[in-house]
């Protein structure tokens, strides 16, 4: 029997966490042959998950460049990929998201006339400046895409009010971020006592690295880390600080030297799970965070004024408090001191799935090309 050709594409970080489970649930059938193709947008954080999954790719581009602009980044993704889907001549592209890598990879595919399906698709803030450029990657893919793999119902009713008509394209499968999250906390991949945290103390996780809190919004956050500090002596705030000058320069400014308040660099993955599961409260402007915590049942409150994940919000285990210094207060101080309120954002069932995201891909793929 004719193996489906099926070649999965990735750059970032936050897109190897993702497809790092479906590439192994891919490697496990025998229907299907599987190529990894990395553009390495990130590299140095992209090649911490590869080595913490165990997969080797196939095919690396290795684009990075320092001070990158979009428009050098696209080309080079542009005309590197199609070299490569001319050599393998596949039968699908896997995307993840809404990345550059994503959607450049995407339209390359189209170009050569390949099918292409979408791993978390549907996401939508319907606010094609927020986030910049994410928003827009992410239309460009569910464009172009044959296959959507949406991590919830919403995501559906997105792709289906963007004009997406082919219901039997479209397919809800969880997300696979939380593959990746139970099989890292499974098999108990990280050991985080080098951290050095107080076992005494409360561990609130902060974590702020996306652009629209560049500048004035991340110096309101910091000064709402230094006040959670002075008013909670039993917390101790751990913030990874992303290598990025603007969000490097502002961190040092306003924290560095702070008791109980810990800059560290940026984690692998597991260890940044395992610091998820320790926490009793994270703040952070992260997508991933606000689909993984839940299911450690740490409640989170989101640093941004919209998010294209509101399944969160609605079933109750995030909160949106964006960059106000006084809002991130109240609703800290809540979750700090009211127990009810607290059990009552990390009972909450998580919206994203079960960690059967992966396997439910490779089964519609199999069927798909049956």
Request: charged share 25%; net charge positive; glycine share 6%.
């Given at each position: 029997?004719k193996?489906i050709?099926t070649v999965?594409?990735?750059?970032?970080?936050?897109?190897a966490i993702?497809?790092?489970?479906?590439?192994?649930?891919?490697?496990?059938?025998?229907?299907i042959?599987?190529?990894?193709l990395?553009?390495?947008?990130?590299?140095?954080?992209?090649?911490?998950?590869l080595?913490?999954?165990?997969?080797?790719?196939?095919?690396?581009?290795?684009?990075?460049?320092?001070?990158?602009?979009l428009w050098?980044?696209?080309?080079?993704?542009l005309?590197s990929?199609k070299?490569?889907y001319?050599?393998?001549?596949?039968?699908?592209?896997?995307?993840?998201?809404?990345?550059?890598?994503?959607?450049?990879?995407?339209?390359?595919?189209?170009?050569?006339?390949?099918k292409?399906?979408?791993?978390?698709?549907?996401l939508?803030?319907?606010d094609?400046?927020?986030?910049?450029?994410e928003?827009?990657?992410?239309?460009i893919v569910?464009s172009v895409?044959?296959l959507?793999?949406c991590?919830?119902?919403g995501s559906?009713d997105?792709?289906?009010?963007?004009?997406?008509?082919?219901?039997n394209?479209?397919f809800e499968t969880?997300n696979?971020?939380i593959d990746?999250?139970?099989?890292?906390?499974?098999?108990?991949l990280s050991d985080?006592?080098?951290?050095?945290?107080?076992?005494?103390?409360?561990?609130?996780?902060?974590t702020?690295h996306?652009?629209?809190?560049?500048?004035?919004?991340?110096?309101?956050?910091?000064?709402?880390?230094?006040e959670i500090?002075?008013r909670y002596?039993?917390v101790?705030?751990?913030?990874?600080?992303?290598?990025?000058?603007?969000?490097?320069?502002t961190?040092?400014?306003?924290l560095?030297?702070?008791?109980?308040?810990?800059l560290?660099?940026?984690?692998d993955?597991?260890p940044?799970?395992?610091?998820?599961?320790?926490?009793?409260?994270?703040?952070?402007?992260?997508?991933?965070?606000?689909e993984?915590a839940?299911s450690l049942?740490?409640?989170?409150l989101?640093?941004?004024?919209?998010?294209?994940?509101?399944?969160?919000?609605?079933?109750?285990?995030t909160?949106?408090v964006g960059?106000?210094?006084e809002?991130?207060?109240?609703?800290a101080?809540?979750?700090?001191?009211d127990k009810?309120?607290?059990?009552?954002?990390?009972?909450?069932?998580?919206?994203?799935?079960?960690?059967?995201?992966?396997?439910?891909?490779a089964?519609?793929?199999?069927?798909h090309?049956a």
């Open positions: 029997m193996k050709k999965v594409v990735f750059g970032t970080r936050p897109e993702k497809m790092a489970p479906v590439v192994m649930e891919l490697k496990k059938r025998k229907e042959e599987t190529y990894v990395v553009t390495a947008q990130h590299r140095q954080m992209l090649d911490s998950v080595d913490l999954f165990n997969i080797k790719p196939d095919y690396d581009l290795n684009l990075m460049k320092e001070n990158q602009d050098h980044l696209t080309s080079d993704i005309l990929t070299k490569v001319d050599e393998i001549n596949p039968d699908i592209v896997l995307v993840h998201g809404d990345t550059t890598t994503a959607s450049i990879s995407a339209l390359s595919a189209f170009y050569s006339k390949i292409i399906g979408h791993v978390e698709a549907g939508r803030t319907f094609k400046n927020y986030p910049f450029p928003e827009i990657n992410r239309v569910d895409s044959d959507y793999f991590p919830t119902k559906i997105n792709l289906i009010n963007s004009g997406i008509k082919n219901k394209s479209i969880g696979t971020v990746a999250l139970l099989y890292t906390i499974k098999n108990n985080i006592s080098y951290l050095g945290l107080n076992p005494n103390l409360k561990t609130v996780l902060l702020s996306r652009r629209e809190n560049f500048g004035k919004p991340l110096e309101n956050i910091c000064k709402a880390a230094v500090v002075k002596k039993d101790e705030i751990v913030y990874p600080v992303h290598p990025n000058p603007n969000v490097k320069n961190a040092e400014k306003f560095k030297g702070i008791e109980r308040i810990k560290i660099e940026p984690l993955y597991a940044f799970c395992a610091l998820m599961k320790k926490s009793t409260l994270i703040l952070s402007d992260s997508g991933g965070v606000q993984e839940p049942g740490v409640p989170v989101v640093l941004r004024d919209e998010t294209e994940r509101p399944e969160a919000l609605y079933s109750g285990c909160k949106l960059s106000d210094k809002k991130i207060l109240k609703e101080g809540i979750l700090l001191e009810e309120e607290y059990q009552k954002m990390a009972k909450n069932i998580n919206p994203y799935g079960d960690g059967h995201a992966s396997a439910k891909i089964d519609i793929i199999i069927k090309f």
